[in-house]
């Protein structure tokens, strides 16, 4: 499955992860040192949970850590993935309310790991459009460039799975 749009002319973020909100971290795989080469970013053991929607061999986390994979296009979802991606924005917002620390990550940090993330915010009180804000002023002005996953947030996850699942043949 393809999982990443090419080319989308966005660099890779200088840093491996950003803290978007207490306890709640958002990142990648690969990130932009200060000499400008790309880093892989690999979770060790820094977080309680990691949520992964891309994976790639060598880049963690520690066996220890709790890991939920649930690779993910960066592009228009099935019912059955945004549906994922609720799934995935409660256990991250349970998780946060236990005191636990979580990353999200996928291919750079922007689009994939911003959906979860706002989602998880929302999860926890805030408005799509505070928690869509947050994404860009914590990890970058570039996170959540997808317009689909803007969409899908302002319009709120539950109406976009009943949408989406109007086009699934029954």
Same mark, same amino acid.
């Given at each position: 499955m393809k999982t990443r749009q090419k080319d989308r002319g966005v660099p890779e973020p200088d840093e491996p992860w950003s803290e978007v909100s207490p306890g709640l971290w958002m990142g990648g795989h690969f990130w932009t040192d200060g000499t400008g080469k790309v880093q892989p970013?690999?979770?060790? $053991?820094?977080?309680?949970? !990691?949520?992964? @929607?891309?994976?790639? +061999?060598? %880049?963690?986390?520690?066996?220890?850590?709790?890991?939920?994979?649930?690779?993910?296009?960066?592009?228009?979802?099935?019912? $059955?993935?945004?549906?994922? !991606?609720?799934? @995935?924005?409660?256990? +991250?917002? %349970?998780?946060?309310?236990?005191?636990?620390?979580?990353?999200?990550?996928?291919?750079?940090?922007?689009?994939?790991?911003?959906?979860?993330?706002?989602q998880s915010l929302i999860e926890l009180g805030h408005t799509a459009d505070a928690a869509i804000s947050l994404v860009r002023q914590r990890r970058s002005p570039r996170a959540l460039n997808n317009e689909t996953f803007e969409q899908y947030l302002t319009t709120g996850l539950q109406v976009a799975h009943l949408l989406s699942g109007l086009d699934t043949p029954g």
């Open positions: 970013a690999v979770a060790v $053991d820094e977080f309680d949970l !990691v949520i992964s @929607l891309l994976t790639l +061999a060598g %880049h963690g986390p520690h066996p220890s850590t709790q890991h939920m994979v649930t690779e993910l296009p960066d592009g228009p979802l099935t019912a $059955d993935q945004i549906h994922s !991606v609720q799934e @995935l924005a409660r256990t +991250a917002a %349970h998780a946060l309310r236990d005191g636990r620390t979580v990353l999200v990550r996928c291919h750079s940090g922007y689009n994939r790991s911003g959906l979860v993330i706002a």
